[in-house]
Structure formats: structure tokens, C-alpha cells
């Protein structure tokens, strides 16, 4: 079960406090602390930083330091992320992110787009050798293109399991390091 072990309660009338402990909304594996004189919490496991919303936003949480301003509404017993448009985030934000979008999706659908016009005007012949070898190279083109569009869009968002999975990560490759 998720979050099995943490000790925290699962009151839904728990209310958020810098007082209190709670789960980290990025990794969802560390917990968060008050920091010592700051408005703010702390993750002991991913080290991100977040502040408390104001009025009417007290029971949320903000991340800082993110070019996304990522908000968390504490429910009682969870997080849940609000739509952008709560986070507080103005209207340059807004064009910032659709010319991301666009750059992102030109970028993998251009380099897509020029592969498949050259198989499309310049066919090989059926029964040429490596007939199949431009429409594979197509498919390569879409996914290498797509994968880094992918690991664009989880590195900006911080989504939790990919957040999870960099941890998971550092952890494996810092004790290979120990051992060797
Ligand atoms: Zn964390």
C-alpha cells in the first residue's frame, strides 16, 4: 500500500501546519519538515523546498524554485495537484508554456515530417533490398524525437514517478561508486 509506514494520520480534518508532518507531492516517498525561521518545508529525501499559499490557498502548498508554479491542495490525507490556472500563474507564464508546447511538438514532428516526405517521394521499389529500411528509419526518427519531447515535459512538470525514478537512480549509481 502507498505511503504504508509513514505514521502520519489519515484524518481528513487534519488541517496543514508548519507544525506537522506530511508526505513530499513530488516523490512521494521523503517527508516534509518546517525549516528553522522560514515560512517553508523541506523534503529529507529530494531536497525540494515549498511554501505555504496564503489566503484563500492555506491549505496549499507551492513549490519553489520551479519554473512551473506547482500547487498541491492538502485534502486531509493527500495531495492533489490544482490546474495551472489556481497556481497563481500570470499570463506570460501561460504564453511561456504554449511556445514550450509548440517548440516541443515542432521539434518532433518536423524532423518527423521531412523523413516522411523522402520516403513518400522517393520510394524504393518493392522488391529493392532494404525496401522496408526508410519507413523503419521513420519510425526511429518519431520515437528518438518523441522520447526527449517526453523526458522534456516529466523534467518540467516533476512528475512524481520520474522524480522517484532520478532518486532511484542517483542512489544506484552513488553506492556503485561506494563499492568500486
Ligand atoms: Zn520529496
Redesign the pocket.
Known amino acids: 500500500m502507498k505511503n504504508r509506514g509513514w505514521g502520519i494520520s489519515r484524518s481528513l480534518d487534519r488541517p496543514l501546519t508548519l507544525e506537522d508532518t506530511y508526505p513530499?507531492p513530488?516523490?512521494?516517498?521523503?517527508h516534509?519538515n518546517s525549516l528553522a525561521l522560514m515560512e517553508s518545508m523541506g523534503?529529507?529525501?529530494?531536497?525540494?523546498l515549498f511554501t505555504l499559499g496564503d489566503p484563500p490557498l492555506d491549505q496549499c502548498l507551492q513549490v519553489m524554485g520551479s519554473p512551473q508554479p506547482l500547487l498541491w491542495h492538502w485534502v486531509g490525507s493527500r495531495w492533489r495537484l490544482l490546474p495551472q490556472g489556481q497556481a497563481g500563474g500570470d499570463r506570460g507564464l501561460h504564453w511561456g508554456n504554449g511556445l514550450l508546447w509548440g517548440l516541443g511538438l515542432g521539434l518532433v514532428g518536423l524532423p518527423t515530417a521531412i523523413v516522411g516526405l523522402g520516403c513518400y517521394c522517393f520510394p524504393l521499389l518493392p522488391d529493392a533490398p532494404l525496401a522496408w529500411f526508410p519507413w523503419v528509419w521513420l519510425g526511429l526518427t518519431f520515437c528518438a524525437h518523441g522520447s526527449w519531447f517526453v523526458l522534456g515535459l516529466v523534467e518540467y512538470y516533476q512528475v512524481p514517478r520520474y522524480?522517484s525514478f532520478k532518486l532511484w537512480l542517483q542512489q544506484q549509481f552513488s553506492l556503485s561508486l561506494f563499492f568500486s
Do not use: K, N, S
Request: charged fraction near 30%.
Open positions: 513530499c513530488i516523490c512521494e516517498r521523503g516534509l523534503c529529507d529525501r529530494c531536497g525540494h522524480v
